[in-house]
């Protein structure tokens, strides 16, 4: 087969953040047809090296091209010059129609009036190759599931005459199921002869749909290769620099008594659920998308308030809805949503570690900075934040370093409850293993822990014992000796 041409070319492109290289030099090219994945640690430069190709930032010095011309300065002409990008956040505008979505800012004008036949057929085409043919174009959006929204967001890229699209961790927005339609979209693109350029921490994606796989370390390319030259280890090997020896650091432990207790709880999203948990406890909670996993935590954290039903900590029972309660307690819940719930991008690390916990370093109302520096490097380490500094603003760390910074924080106050709601989402498989090696230390010293993924593999890899919910309901437990993936799947999903 003889190579296609290079649609996407980047040569000898830097850039250069206060106190770090995000790219170093980086040379290379995209092919139409081809799925090309970019693999790496977090903070290793995939998502800066997407910014550069859209427009969103311009690089230091090299030179990018595509179709052999200069790729334009703003992201506006960098998508009329073709190049489309679907982060990892939806954004569609959710009350416009399917029709308004796809067309957002081009609809087709004829002597100044809206040429509908002409738009309805455009939009019609384009949704047909994302998979949503016969979907009725004035549907709101905000009605569709999150996968039919994603590929809405294809659909619009295409009507925009996309030949090169940019996929940076589109499926960490997904429900595990619904994984596998994206990748058929993907591929079905690909047959049509567009450049793929396709980022994602779940590397059996990457083996399902990638031609080349690159791996960037540091900023720099650091190996490339065609698929079927890859082994999984050899993977890992080259993003960490190192062997991952476990991936899931699960161990046993002696549990102690009973110290959650749920009984009959009703709340915004959980129907009559009840559940215990022992001290040393790893407890997973596994469902399909909406069977209530995070509505239970948050009930459970005192973040939404239940209508019936009891919660108690080592028999005392804990005021229902009150977060403040819940939290003196010792009861914490580490939200999905990083962005929403959980930090603030323009203070540094420090402060954003600290957050709520002050009474670990201050004083008589005065907070020590020594204490506080210290604590907030101690966090650092343990959680592998990758920084210049504590004093690096939040907002300039790469998702995955995001993350980890809201997991310190979570951890470090001496929980004796914690709710973990997806914490790996968005991160690299060697700071997966190592934010479970921090749970599985959590759960040795004697906390509760509440675990659930948007993997499920990953809940039973890592709990002592799970719960099943659906539709807002516990509906089975098993003990790890019987976990049987097909099974606990399949009572999640019986209606
Ligand atoms: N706006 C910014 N200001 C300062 N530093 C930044 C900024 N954007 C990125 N960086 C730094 O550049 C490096 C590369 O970040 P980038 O977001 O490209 O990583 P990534 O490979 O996408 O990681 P992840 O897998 O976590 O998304 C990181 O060290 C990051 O902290
Ligand atoms: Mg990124």
Redesign the pocket.
């Given at each position: 087969m003889t190579k296609q041409s290079a649609l996407v070319e980047l040569t000898n492109v830097s850039?250069r953040?206060?106190?770090?290289?995000?790219?170093d030099d980086v040379t290379l090219a995209f092919r139409a047809g081809t799925v090309t994945a970019?693999a790496?640690?977090?903070?290793?430069?995939?998502?800066?090296?997407?910014?550069i190709l859209s427009g969103a930032?311009e690089a230091d010095s090299g030179v990018v091209t595509i179709g052999g011309a200069p790729l334009p300065r703003t992201p506006g002409e960098v998508i009329e010059s073709g190049i489309s990008t679907i982060y990892q956040e939806l954004t569609d505008i959710s009350e416009m129609s399917v029709l308004d979505n796809v067309l957002l800012a081009r609809h087709s004008l004829r002597w100044g009036v809206l040429n509908r036949k002409a738009n309805r057929r455009q939009a019609t085409a384009a949704l047909d190759r994302v998979g949503l043919a016969g979907l009725d174009l004035g549907r709101t959006v905000s009605s569709l599931s999150p996968a039919q929204r994603q590929q809405l967001e294809i659909a619009r890229c295409l009507a925009r005459n996309a030949r090169v699209l940019i996929f940076?961790?589109p499926t960490s927005s997904l429900p595990e199921g619904e994984v596998e339609a994206l990748l058929q979209t993907i591929k079905q693109l690909r047959r049509e002869g567009l450049a793929i350029i396709y980022?994602s921490?779940h590397l059996e994606e990457l083996f399902a749909i990638a031609d080349d796989i690159v791996v960037?370390r540091d900023?720099a390319v650091v190996d490339q290769r065609p698929v079927n030259a890859w082994t999984q280890p050899e993977l890992v090997r080259a993003m960490l620099a190192r062997d991952l020896k476990n991936a899931y650091p699960w161990v046993e432990r002696s549990l102690g008594p009973v110290l959650l207790g749920v009984k009959d709880l009703v709340a915004p999203g959980v129907r009559s659920s009840s559940l215990s948990a022992r001290a040393s406890e790893i407890v997973g909670l596994v469902g399909l998308d909406g069977a209530g996993r995070t509505e239970l935590m948050k009930a459970i954290a005192g973040a939404t308030r239940p209508s019936e039903g009891s919660i108690s900590l080592a028999g005392a029972p804990v005021r229902l809805g009150s977060l403040a309660h819940a939290r003196q307690l010792g009861i914490v819940y580490a939200p999905e949503d990083r962005k929403a719930e959980g930090l603030i991008l323009d203070a540094p690390i420090r402060d954003n570690v600290v957050l709520g916990l002050y009474s670990l370093v201050a004083r008589l109302g005065i907070v020590r900075s020594r204490r506080l520096g210290a604590f907030a490097r101690d966090a650092v380490r343990d959680y592998g934040v990758?920084?210049?500094s504590i004093r690096?603003?939040v907002?300039?760390?790469?998702?995955?370093?995001?993350?980890k910074v809201i997991l310190a924080r979570v951890a470090e106050g001496g929980p004796r409850v914690i709710m973990f709601d997806d914490p790996t989402r968005?991160?690299?498989v060697g700071a997966k293993s190592s934010i479970y090696e921090q749970v599985i230390r959590l759960a040795q010293r004697g906390a509760t822990v509440l675990l659930t993924s948007s993997d499920t593999d990953e809940v039973l890899a890592m709990s002592d014992r799970v719960y099943v919910l659906r539709a807002g309901r516990i509906v089975d437990e098993v003990q790890r000796a019987d976990f049987n993936r097909e099974r606990i799947l399949t009572s999640a999903s019986l209606g």
């Open positions: 850039k953040y206060p106190g770090v290289v995000a790219l970019l790496g640690e977090n903070g290793a430069g995939k998502s800066t090296l997407i910014k930032v940076d961790e980022i921490h960037m900023g990758k920084a210049s690096q603003v907002g300039g760390l790469s998702g995955g370093n995001q993350q968005g991160v690299d």
